[in-house]
């Protein structure tokens, strides 16, 4: 097992609120995780904690990184649902380069991941477009575009399928599949996940359910009413 994140009965509150109580867990590599639970249900706070940004009053989240970190030069990646929130720099070319020169890359190399990168997202031709200007799912593919080029060992995408038409969502849907990394992401759009997820963790009550497989969960409509996902 080369577990990667590892919480044991870790409980997280905001202010005096109860948001997830003892919930226990081990991420491995190559994971591909569906987050599920309705609004409300504590899957930001999740996100959060696995990126390190708020810590548990009670219990424990340990992360074993070091070992990856071998074949990964970033450790986790996250998309977050709204990319106007996320895109930094005022083309989609200095958008990419940003982390890459944080990572001392040359400026060669750099040149070479964004042409690659870019190529891999059919987003080439906006090389020089200003990111801000692209539609809804050319942005979200910048971001993965971008996330693509830092090679991450986790990426988190926190409703990736969100303010998209059909035809959008099946081509980032495509995208995605393609990633090698572990994957955690949050959505409603269940539709889309049994493609790209093997387990799923659902947040009901302030607690956490793990199913090691997806289709034990969405294939039960029992399940899928009282866990609040139907």
Known sequence: MNCLICAKNASYRYESEAILENISFIIEAKDRIALLGKNGSGKSTLIKALNQLITPYKGSIQFYFEEMKKNYPTDMYT?????????????????????????????KEIEKIIEESLSFFGLLGYIHQNPYCLSTGEKKKLLLATAFSLNPGILVLDEPFSSLDVRSKKELNSYISKLECTQIIATHEYEYITSLCTRAFVLHNHHLFIFEKIQDLLDNPALLSEYELS
């Open 79 to 107: 998309i977050f649902s709204y990319p106007d929130e996320q895109i930094l720099m005022n083309t989609v070319y200095s958008e990419i380069a940003l982390g890459l020169l944080q990572q001392g890359k040359e400026q």
